[in-house]
């Protein structure tokens, strides 16, 4: 009687094994077969040549190798996904110990006594009350006119300035205040003066002093002398 070799996938072959339990499993195999014939038989379909039961076996064992070939696929895609899966939880694993630990140094740093900030409070700036006679100093000269609408009693102002080393001087129509030290530096250099033209000797005197100059003069206090041209300062 001719061999023939089949290749079975373990999935069939344990099918067979259970199926047939009490029967060796070429024996079997052979029982499949017959059973095929059977069934083909009552089916009017008829194997008439060793031909057509070659054509059958290998048709058999092509849809075996397909069904292998197919299950081996599927066996390398679910082993594929096992190692994705398992990477995934691994991933997770060591992300919830983050966590964990974060939580951790939280809780801990919650339970740490708090740091005290102290805010300072910016202080309020104390406003120092200048004097009259501190403010003819920066200035060096204070007319009347310019004071009238900020001091009600101005006769006690100028007063109180001449009590503390200003100098000050009655125009025709206003007082002026001068700090001593400019004053005396204004009447030396009003004595090296040889011209009563006002953009010559604001050159020499300033703006301030030429100014004082201007108003001494408009009052009869300083005196241009056109003939020895120099001034003349009383006071």
């Given at each position: 009687m001719?061999?023939?070799?089949?290749?079975?996938?373990?999935?069939?072959?344990?099918?067979?094994?259970?199926k047939?339990?009490?029967?060796?499993l070429d024996e079997?195999?052979?029982?499949?077969?017959e059973e095929?014939?059977?069934?083909?038989?009552?089916?009017k379909?008829?194997?008439?040549?060793l031909?057509?039961?070659?054509?059958?076996m290998?048709s058999?064992?092509?849809?075996?190798?397909s069904?292998?070939d197919?299950l081996?696929?599927?066996?390398?895609?679910?082993t594929?996904?096992?190692?994705k899966?398992?990477e995934?939880?691994?991933?997770?694993?060591n992300l919830?110990k983050?966590?964990d630990d974060i939580?951790?140094k939280?809780?801990?740093q919650q339970?740490l006594?708090?740091p005290?900030?102290e805010?300072q409070?910016p202080?309020?700036?104390?406003r120092?009350k200048?004097?009259?006679?501190?403010i003819?100093?920066?200035?060096?000269v204070i007319?009347?006119s310019?004071?009238?609408?900020?001091?009600r009693?101005?006769?006690?102002?100028?007063d109180?300035?001449?009590?503390?080393g200003?100098v000050v001087?009655?125009?025709?129509?206003?007082?002026?205040a001068?700090d001593?030290?400019?004053?005396e530096?204004?009447?030396?250099?009003?004595s090296?003066?040889k011209?009563?033209?006002?953009s010559?000797?604001?050159k020499v005197?300033?703006?301030?002093?030429a100014?004082?100059?201007?108003?001494?003069?408009?009052?009869?206090?300083?005196i241009?002398d056109?003939?020895?041209k120099?001034w003349v300062v009383?006071h």
């Open positions: 001719p061999k023939i070799t089949v290749e079975i996938p373990q999935e069939v072959l344990n099918e067979l094994t259970r047939f339990q009490e029967m060796p079997a195999v052979k029982k499949v077969f095929y014939l059977r069934r083909a038989g009552e089916s379909t008829q194997v008439r040549s031909s057509d039961v070659e054509t059958l290998t058999i064992q092509r849809m075996l190798r069904a292998n197919t081996n696929a599927y066996s390398a895609l679910m594929e996904i096992r190692n899966l398992t995934l939880y691994e991933a997770i694993d919830s983050k966590i939580g951790s939280v809780a801990l339970q006594p708090q005290q900030v805010v409070q202080k309020e700036k104390v120092e200048i004097s009259a006679i501190e003819l100093k920066k200035q060096n007319y009347e310019e004071i009238a609408s900020k001091i009693n101005r006769d006690a102002f100028f109180k300035l001449k009590r503390e200003a001087l009655e125009l025709k129509d206003q007082r002026i001068v001593k030290a400019f004053w530096e204004f009447l030396e250099k009003v090296t003066l011209t009563n033209v006002e010559e000797y604001v005197l300033g703006r301030a002093g100014e004082l100059l201007k108003k001494l003069n408009e009052s009869g206090i300083a241009y056109v003939i020895k120099k009383h």
